[in-house]
């Protein structure tokens, strides 16, 4: 029996040449691919801070107005009760003070009938 040699021939130069530029193609649409998706998740992020950065400062605006409503809602019914109060209170002096003179004047007729 024989021995079979086996040997593999090179490449040939256009092959080599084919497989490089097959690669280094790869690697271009590699890197474009890559760009646009960086390119998309860049846009996609400016649009989510916007929206965002937008729906704050309507929070922060509907709350202003809410805030300035109840100061002012506040404000008038403190005014309110300030003057009930103060109606009040000259109400219950009035009455007292019509009690005590009742009071006076009713001693004092009393102490000048037993007088007299």
């Known amino acids: 029996m024989a021995a079979a040699l ?7 130069p256009s092959q080599n040449d084919s497989l490089k530029h097959d690669m280094k193609a790869a690697g ?8 646009d ?11 989510a801070t916007h929206a965002t950065e937008n ?5 922060a605006h509907a709350t202003e107005k809410d805030s300035k409503k109840l100061a002012h809602a506040t404000a008038k019914d403190t ?12 109400k219950a002096w009035d009455k007292t003070k019509s009690t ?3 009071a006076y004047h009713g001693a004092k007729k009393g102490a000048e009938t037993k007088t007299n």
């Open 79 to 90: 005014k309110a009760a300030a003057h009930a109060t103060a109606h009040d209170t000259r």
């Open 28 to 35: 271009h649409d590699t890197k474009l691919a890559a760009k």
């Open 100 to 102: 005590t003179e009742g």
């Open 37 to 47: 998706a960086g390119h998309d998740v860049k846009k996609d992020t400016m649009k």
């Open 55 to 59: 729906a704050s400062t309507k929070a």
């Open 6 to 12: 086996g040997w593999s021939q090179p490449a040939s």
